[in-house]
């Protein structure tokens, strides 16, 4: 696996797919801290209700650099699923993956390979938006009212291992749809169906009492978690995330392996 | 004589259609196998399974005697293939697509300056693969092929599309590799003409099922080396 390794590595780094979508991460951040910093008062001013909105702004104002963990795993995951479905789809469009199997790699080694190099390429999207978001952030927004660095740490770090999940379902999907299309739409629509899952468990997230079985799974699955991942700020919120990502991780490598390893390639 | 290739009852169904039926067959070592048979025959599907990349519906094959998943994954190490499309990276130079080959088999970049001269593309420099012809692109990816050393090789209509020019340089090439390296290959064309100057062996191929299988000699001996004379004389027969 790590000739494996080493070869879908050398074809990472000559795509410039990949820089554009690492420089689009470190774009987006200064964007936010652009608006936030320049466009607070105007928000407050035009909001039908002002006093909600400036008490939500508040919010943010005291976590102004752990908030953005939320935006990692949203805005940076959605760009690692497209750079996971584009790595993994092209393959197949101009037919390379064959090269592999025919050169005696087993299937097995060739979906782990391309997990490693889609976990890796989110990592790197991830890292370029939390640079670029603290190069910015810090200045505009100062370090907020209520922020610590191990609250930060923790939830970039959670932030960081919910794209992990995510690069591992875009990467089953891409091996599994067997085309660069099938792929994008696929991850695309699993990427808005879980935001859409995230706007309806933020709405209920009032009505929901800790601990509860509802709770629980909620915190446990993906939408639940990056819906935590905007309101919880304790280590024990981290330690699930934790370990969820590596029961999603494990659980979705295994199932897309054993398919993979059933799968009749063109 | 030693076999590279051999099948047994080697079927493949996709649903209620049979690509391959029960297709038994030996490629042996040092031969130029030409495989021949009209599209949608089962020869890219057999192909296709010795490649690894579909799995059969009955029946086995042995590559270099190896019929086990782990036997045949060191046995595939052994082997080069070209399967209908040459399978390259099209934004990447030759030498950038042979590098990142080298890396998949874990060899030498020191080896490429010599693959690609070999097939003739070592003057291509910066150009991308997207912009090579239909014949470059045909000796690249047999190049992709070639890196790894094999000592068998599975060509997929290797000259379909090509000009009169890349015919001959391809079979030239074939030539060479077979004669000076001991190359063993199966090839499937429908370049009959082309085929039987290359062919010292034969397999005949119809609706999935081997119909004959001979050496190039008795082809010679009963239609005076006419390939095309001899396919349809037997498709006529097997029809009757």
Sequence with gaps: ?266 | MDTILQTRRLTKTYGAVNALDSVTMAVPKGSIYGFVGKNGSGKTTLMRIVAGLVFPSGGEFALYGQTKKSGLLAARKRMGAVIETPAIFPNMTARDNLKAQCRVIGCDDNKIGGILKTVNLSGTGDKKAKNFSLGMKQRLGIAMALIGEPDFLMLDEPINGLDPEGIVETRELLLRLNKERGVTILISSHILSELSRLATHYGFIGEGRLIEETAASEVEKQAAGNLEEYFMNMIRSSVK
């Design chain 1, 1 to 266: 696996m790590k000739n494996l390794i080493r070869a879908d590595f050398f074809r990472l780094f000559k795509d410039k797919i990949f820089y554009l979508l690492i420089g689009i991460a470190a774009l987006l951040p200064i964007a936010a801290n652009a608006l936030f910093y320049f466009g607070y008062d105007i928000m407050v001013a035009q909001s039908p209700d002002a006093e909600a909105l400036e008490k939500a702004l508040k919010f943010v104002k005291a976590f102004p650099l752990s908030l953005f963990a939320f935006e990692i795993s949203n805005s940076a995951g959605l760009l690692a699923v497209i750079a996971t479905a584009l790595h993994v789809g092209r393959e197949y469009m101009n037919g390379t993956i064959r090269n592999k199997i025919i050169a005696g790699h087993s299937r097995t080694a060739v979906y782990g390979s391309a997990f490693v190099v889609s976990a890796t390429s989110a990592l790197i999207i991830v890292t370029a938006f939390i640079v670029s978001m603290l190069a910015l952030g810090i200045p505009l927004q100062g370090w907020g009212a209520e922020e610590t660095l191990a609250v930060c740490l923790r939830q970039y770090a959670a932030g960081f291992l919910i794209t992990l999940a995510a690069a591992a379902a875009a990467n089953m999907s891409a091996i599994l749809s067997r085309g660069i299309i099938a792929s994008l739409l696929i991850n695309l629509g699993v990427v808005f169906g879980l935001t859409g899952t995230v706007s309806i468990i933020t709405m209920l997230w009032d009505s929901i009492s800790m601990p509860t079985v509802a709770g629980f799974f909620m915190k446990t699955l993906y939408a639940g978690q990056l819906a935590f991942i905007y309101d919880d700020f304790t280590a024990g919120f981290f330690l699930t995330t934790l370990s969820s990502t590596a029961v999603v991780v494990a659980g979705i490598n295994t199932i897309g392996n054993i398919v993979f390893n059933r799968l009749d390639l063109n």
